[in-house]
């Protein structure tokens, strides 16, 4: 079915959506600060979105040239180094909310929903003035 919108717009406003879903865990995560044993929560949905849109291959290099650094890794010619797992230490009494990571990510994801919110005010208003040109004829 041709609807009036762009693609764009439809998945823009699924994304303001999942922004605001992680808004709310945030400000849980931040809520809970001093909560013993709080372990802050999150909402990722970039890779998804990512995998939906096809922007995946976008991302790799192509090698062009057999001098230019390789675009992909290559098992023949790399030696990793050994490293140790982490082992995260748990410290009983202590919560596991950081508030500068916190309101370091609410910041992130409010200025991404405002970025995406302009965007599609500006699209709403070509739409609207298309309407109101057409009226006109």
Same mark, same amino acid.
């Given at each position: 079915?041709?609807?009036?919108?762009?693609?764009?717009?439809?998945?823009?406003?699924?994304?303001?959506?999942?922004?605001?879903?992680?808004?709310?865990?945030?400000?849980?995560?931040?809520?809970n600060l001093n909560t013993p044993g709080y372990q802050p929560r999150r909402l990722?949905?970039?890779? #998804?979105?990512?995998?939906? %849109?096809?922007?995946?291959?976008? /991302?790799?290099?192509?090698? @062009?040239?057999?001098?230019? +650094?390789? &675009?992909?890794?290559?098992?023949?010619? #790399?030696?990793?180094?050994? %490293?140790?797992?982490?082992?995260? /230490?748990?410290?009983?009494? @202590?919560?596991?909310?950081? +508030?500068? &990571?916190?309101?370091?990510?609410?910041?992130?994801?409010?200025?991404?929903?405002?970025?995406?919110?302009?965007?599609?005010?500006?699209?709403?208003?070509?739409?609207?003035?298309?309407?109101?040109?057409?009226?006109?004829?």
């Amino acid at each position: 079915m041709k609807t009036l919108f762009p693609r764009h717009l439809e998945v823009s406003a699924t994304v303001m959506d999942l922004q605001v879903q992680r808004q709310n865990l945030v400000s849980s995560n931040i809520a809970n600060l001093n909560t013993p044993g709080y372990q802050p929560r999150r909402l990722e949905f970039e890779k #998804e979105l990512q995998a939906a %849109l096809d922007l995946d291959d976008l /991302r790799k290099a192509a090698r @062009t040239h057999a001098h230019h +650094l390789p &675009a992909a890794f290559d098992p023949h010619s #790399e030696h990793g180094s050994l %490293l140790r797992e982490l082992q995260p /230490r748990v410290v009983p009494g @202590t919560d596991g909310v950081n +508030l500068d &990571a916190e309101m370091a990510l609410m910041s992130k994801n409010f200025l991404s929903y405002s970025t995406l919110s302009s965007v599609a005010q500006k699209e709403y208003a070509v739409i609207s003035k298309i309407i109101q040109e057409g009226g006109r004829s």
